[in-house]
């Protein structure tokens, strides 16, 4: 059977999170039915990451596995059709090799976070940043942030229902930066590594807020990253504004197109 790789792009907010579930709307479900529109039988895809309710996809990438040799240009388009009219797209489509997977062979995955600094509620943006009413110290932010980069027990950042196997992971980057954006200010958080423990960036997002605040100072995020405890944790921040940016793999199967 011809195996896909599918770049999936999603608005989360009408969603219960990526994963299919029997009875609320998933985006994997959403894809999967749409794949039955185009060869009536169960169809299962894997994904490189599972994304909570909320939480948006920019470059979320599956695979699924077809009986017909599809032409990837048309199966994109075809699955384009037939989503509509979910806030899913597939913005690119590569057959692969049967042995590659959308979540075993990558090898990154980027997330980014959008805080919208400003007292006026969001209109435009509603569901796409976590709006804050006050200015935060961005340059405080970032320093903390590389307090936590590194290999590290990510205890005090992990949910408590996280099913890993171990707290014990790399963060490669977290920057924190900020961005002119029509709406208002913007801070950033460009966040990756090759896997996240559950609710990691959110519970990264939520206690760094704090510093910018100036509630918390960079020395509070290094000792609640040493106390390994998750009663150490700040806040963990809404899922709006966390968006899942793109997945890397050693060789991209997306380059050809």
């Not at 299962?44 to 240009?73: E, N, S, Y």
């Not at 609710?199 to 390994?228: C, H, K, M, P």
């Not at 060789?251 to 197109?257: I, S, V």
Request: glycine share 8%; with cysteine.
């Amino acid at each position: 059977m011809p195996r896909y790789a599918l770049k999936v792009e999603y608005n989360g907010a009408p969603f219960a999170g990526w994963q299919r579930q029997a009875d609320q709307p998933s985006v994997q479900g959403a894809i999967e039915d749409a794949l039955a529109r185009l060869e009536p039988r169960a169809h299962t895809i894997a994904a490189a990451g599972r994304t909570d309710t909320g939480v948006h996809g920019l470059g979320q990438v599956a695979h699924c596995d077809m009986v017909k040799d599809w032409d990837p240009f048309r199966l994109s388009e075809a699955l384009n059709h037939h989503l509509k009219p979910h806030p899913v797209a597939i913005v690119a489509c590569a057959q692969v090799s049967d042995d590659w997977h959308a979540r075993f062979s990558a090898t990154e995955r980027r997330y980014m976070f959008r805080i919208l600094m400003r007292r006026a509620p969001v209109t435009h943006l509603r569901g796409l940043v976590w709006r804050v009413n006050n200015p935060l110290d961005v340059a405080a932010m970032h320093d903390a942030a590389q307090r936590l980069v590194g290999h590290h027990d990510f205890t005090t950042f992990r949910s408590s229902i996280c099913q890993a196997a171990s707290p014990v992971k790399t963060l490669d980057r977290l920057n924190v930066t900020l961005e002119q954006g029509v709406h208002g200010p913007e801070v950033r958080f460009d966040v990756r590594a090759r896997s996240f423990l559950h609710n990691q960036v959110r519970s990264f997002v939520g206690t760094l807020e704090r510093v910018g605040a100036g509630a918390w100072t960079a020395q509070d995020v290094s000792d609640a990253l040493a106390a390994r405890e998750r009663a150490a944790c700040g806040p963990v921040c809404p899922p709006d504004g966390l968006y899942l940016a793109g997945v890397g793999y050693d060789e991209d199967p997306f380059a050809a197109g």
